[in-house]
């Protein structure tokens, strides 16, 4: 065999490999953005919402800006998050009453597309207590509602049972949202403080798991009249749980809430709107907390993000 021959006809399917290779690199270096699969890569849930409950439109990673603290950060990925881990987390010192409202939930759980994972718990002694583990069967998932046990000898730290399920949560790398009903009152740690002392901790393990946390305010099964100063603190952490996971808080006033199912409708609208935003974070050598904003030049439309994100510690 000529080896020149050969030599130059293997050189020519290289520069033809290389050539149809080219526009693959280029599209993957353009801009220098990251890849969403670096090992260093932070993925986060971003919710779009438009004015006045409006449908917000589609949203590229070309339609936002991000911001790291004061500095702007590369969107290395934007994509419609389609599986989602959605739990309910009820809290057993609630009013057994709220149960009449279940088939309302009950409809909006059976109403979630397939890719929805459902799971249904009761906050109890500061744990929560799994009724039914994340499964697609929704209308199993259904079937574990119950009414609250509405009794003081169950009353437990909200926060600490969602610090416990977050512990234990799959990792999945998708979407994950807990619904969670409950006074905001934590009887560990004696209730009427303006600032939970463990709300600080479940913040940072749901932001840190990219947990979304909806709460919704229902009164405990305590009769007692309590100031309104007090249980507007209680509110105030509920919605600060919320806030800053990325998530809306919903209540009526210091009351029981009389219709369940338009909030249920606000979520659905949010959780339809869902994007997983990926970007890389140097987190250093052991990792940490930094504050991140998102902003579009679209019309009318905002988004609910986690107020801080875990950059993981540099490989």
Do not use: C
Request: glycine fraction near 6%; charge should be neutral; aromatic fraction near 10%.
């Amino acid at each position: 065999m000529n080896t020149n021959i050969y030599r130059k006809g293997s050189l020519l399917l290289g520069a033809l490999f290389a050539a149809s290779f080219m526009p693959l690199v280029l599209e993957a270096t353009e801009n220098n953005a990251p890849a969403a699969s670096d090992p260093s890569a932070v993925v986060m849930t971003v919710t779009a919402t438009a004015k006045k409950d409006a449908e917000p439109p589609a949203v590229t990673k070309n339609d936002v800006e991000l911001y790291q603290g004061k500095e702007r950060v590369q969107v290395a990925d934007l994509r419609r998050g389609e599986t989602l881990y959605l739990a309910v987390l009820i809290d057993d010192s609630l009013r057994s009453s709220l149960a009449n409202q279940w088939s309302d939930l009950r409809a909006f759980l059976m109403a979630q597309p397939q890719t929805t994972y459902i799971a249904v718990a009761y906050a109890r002694n500061g744990v929560a207590m799994v009724a039914q583990d994340f499964t697609t069967d929704h209308a199993l998932a259904a079937k574990a509602l119950r009414m609250p046990l509405g009794q003081l000898s169950v009353a437990t730290s909200p926060y600490l049972a969602v610090q416990d399920w977050i512990k234990r949560w799959p990792a999945s790398g998708e979407r994950s949202s807990i619904i969670l009903f409950s006074s905001g009152v934590d009887y560990f740690r004696g209730g009427p403080a303006t600032l939970d002392p463990d709300l600080d901790s479940t913040i940072s393990g749901a932001q840190k798991k990219n947990v979304n946390i909806w709460t919704i305010y229902a009164p405990d099964s305590v009769r007692r009249v309590r100031g309104s100063f007090r249980a507007f603190n209680w509110q105030s952490n509920l919605d600060r749980l919320s806030q800053a996971t990325g998530a809306e808080s919903y209540s009526l006033g210091l009351g029981a809430p009389v219709d369940l199912k338009p909030y249920f409708d606000r979520i659905q609208r949010n959780l339809n709107n869902q994007y997983l935003l990926a970007f890389v974070g140097d987190g250093g050598h052991k990792g940490k907390f930094e504050t991140v904003k998102l902003t579009s030049e679209l019309r009318n439309v905002g988004f609910l993000t986690p107020s801080e994100v875990f950059l993981p510690a540099s490989r």
